[in-house]
């Protein structure tokens, strides 16, 4: 059963770059056929798919978040990483990693990031 943590600063100042990790275990991020996503639920409103990134190492963006997004993975930790530039207010959410280009398969716990000087 695959797993996954998220983990980051709870607290980022805005015009700062939110940096998240997703830990993977039980299952490997290059293994054939398998997507990532990072999706986010912000307070009061839906989820909204971030991005995500293929066990080939092949990106995707949400075309409102991708002049700010970029999504990589680290092999040899078994990881993923979300930074999200120029962050304001309105990025507060709570962060998923998640198995799965939506449809999503298995879900991270999540992280809270609040935006706020």
């Known amino acids: 059963q695959v797993q996954l943590h998220e983990s980051g600063p709870n607290l980022v100042k805005p015009s700062q770059t939110l940096s998240l990790i997703c830990t993977v275990s039980g299952g490997s991020i290059t293994k054939n056929g398998h997507h990532w996503s990072w999706v986010r639920q912000p307070p009061g409103k839906e989820l909204e798919w971030i991005g995500g990134?293929?066990?080939?190492?092949?990106?995707y963006y949400s075309p409102s978040l991708k002049s700010r997004t970029s999504i990589s993975r680290d092999t040899s930790k078994n990881s993923l990483t979300l930074q999200l530039n120029s962050v304001t207010p309105e990025d507060t959410a709570v962060y998923y990693c998640?198995?799965?280009?939506?449809?999503?398969?298995?879900w991270g716990q999540g992280t809270q990031v609040t935006v706020s000087s």
């Open positions: 990134i293929g066990y080939d190492g092949s990106t």
């Open positions: 998640a198995v799965g280009i939506p449809p999503i398969d298995v």
